[in-house]
């Protein structure tokens, strides 16, 4: 098998983060995921606490340091605050994996190791990506554990009285993960996904189609061979004020994680309940529908969802020849206006919304112009 096939799918996104107990518990009632596994003083972890919560084929990992003198936890939280530190992938035959990143320059951070309890046994690496965020390796091949050794059932699995009595919020899987760059930097990062890891370019635009009439972006996705793993890299282009890109490195600190891309078969629902459950969304003009209405009229694709129902949550369409996607976005779950998470339900169309960008971008400015940062 090549490397790239190796490669296989997103396993988890670790966020570092200041009370992972608290941050989980957010999640889990904003957006509809469950307790699921648990790491602390009590399994005889006596330096980070972590919890994992669950929803269909997503897992994320909260956690927090437990001793007051971890300077690598805070360090990192202080410069970037809560966020997304490591985003794991799926993978085999992890030692030639490594050997490939190790003989392209790769940073290694930690190489091959196993951890194993009664279930079986997990091999895992970790690598240096942009900034100070990291991809741990994970080859489950001998494993059928809960989620990793050393991990038990989370204590509040299926006992929190409140998400009981809440539906489900139906996502299902990671769609893409997309970092932000520092001006120049999007291509050498680009570049070192292709070598390192043997990703191709799967998607890209430049600032001639991604802008508005005060800022705009660069844009290159990634993906690994089978192409269940999309990586959006963007970097800010020079415009009259300061872009959204760009925002986000000054708040964060450097290059990392802006956004999650959720999967769903059925946004309505989604979205409706996550509106239920308090999740904020950016506002779209009602001008926006006005011109989608018009531009449906002349196009071959027709959009099976009610489009009454789709402007009412605010959610976006795009569409080309083949298909079309529907897409919706958060507004910040952090103070700072760093990490924040999409919802997207694809019919027949694997692109990013490009037909939205002009709406998006200018949703976003107008948060920005809110928080004085335009």
Not at 1 to 12: L, N, R, V, W
Not at 117 to 137: F, N, P, R, W
Not at 321 to 330: A, C, P, R, S, V
Request: aromatic letters at 10%; proline letters at 3%.
């Amino acid at each position: 098998m090549s490397i790239g096939k190796s490669i296989q799918a997103f396993d988890h996104a670790t966020l570092w983060v200041s009370n992972a107990l608290q941050a989980s518990a957010w999640f889990c009632l904003r957006f509809g995921f469950e307790p699921f596994a648990y790491r602390g003083l009590e399994t005889g972890s006596r330096d980070v606490v972590s919890h994992v919560i669950k929803q269909n084929k997503i897992f994320f990992v909260f956690q927090s340091p437990l001793l007051p003198d971890n300077q690598e936890f805070g360090q990192h939280i202080t410069r970037h605050g809560d966020g997304v530190k490591d985003i794991a992938f799926t993978v085999d035959n992890i030692e030639e994996v490594v050997e490939q990143a190790r003989t392209k320059g790769g940073k290694i951070v930690k190489d091959v190791w196993t951890e194993s309890d009664e279930h079986g046994s997990v091999k895992m690496a970790c690598i240096q990506t942009y900034g100070d965020t990291t991809h741990t390796l994970v080859d489950r091949t001998a494993y059928s554990g809960l989620f990793l050794p050393g991990f038990q059932e989370h204590p509040m699995k299926n006992k929190d009285p409140l998400l009981e009595k809440l539906p489900d919020v139906k996502l299902d899987f990671i769609d893409h993960i997309v970092g932000n760059m520092p001006d120049n930097e999007m291509e050498n990062t680009t570049k070192w996904y292709e070598n390192t890891l043997h990703f191709h370019r799967f998607w890209s635009v430049d600032d001639s189609v991604m802008h508005t009439q005060y800022s705009s972006l660069r844009s290159i996705v990634v993906s690994n061979e089978q192409e269940t793993i999309k990586m959006p890299i963007n970097e800010p282009a020079s415009g009259s004020r300061k872009s959204q890109i760009q925002e986000f490195v000054d708040y964060y600190g450097s290059a990392g994680v802006q956004h999650i891309a959720l999967n769903t078969s059925d946004i309505l629902t989604s979205v409706d309940i996550l509106r239920d459950r308090g999740t904020q969304f950016l506002a779209v003009p009602k001008a926006y529908y006005a011109d989608l209405n018009e531009r449906l009229k002349h196009s071959k694709i027709k959009i099976s969802e009610d489009l009454s129902v789709i402007e009412k949550l605010n959610i976006l369409v795009d569409y080309d020849d083949n298909g079309y996607l529907l897409q919706i976005f958060t507004k910040p779950v952090e103070d700072r206006p760093t990490l924040f998470f999409e919802i997207i339900q694809r019919h027949n169309n694997n692109g990013f919304g490009i037909g939205n960008f002009k709406a998006l971008f200018e949703a976003i400015e107008r948060d920005q112009e809110a928080r004085g940062n335009l």
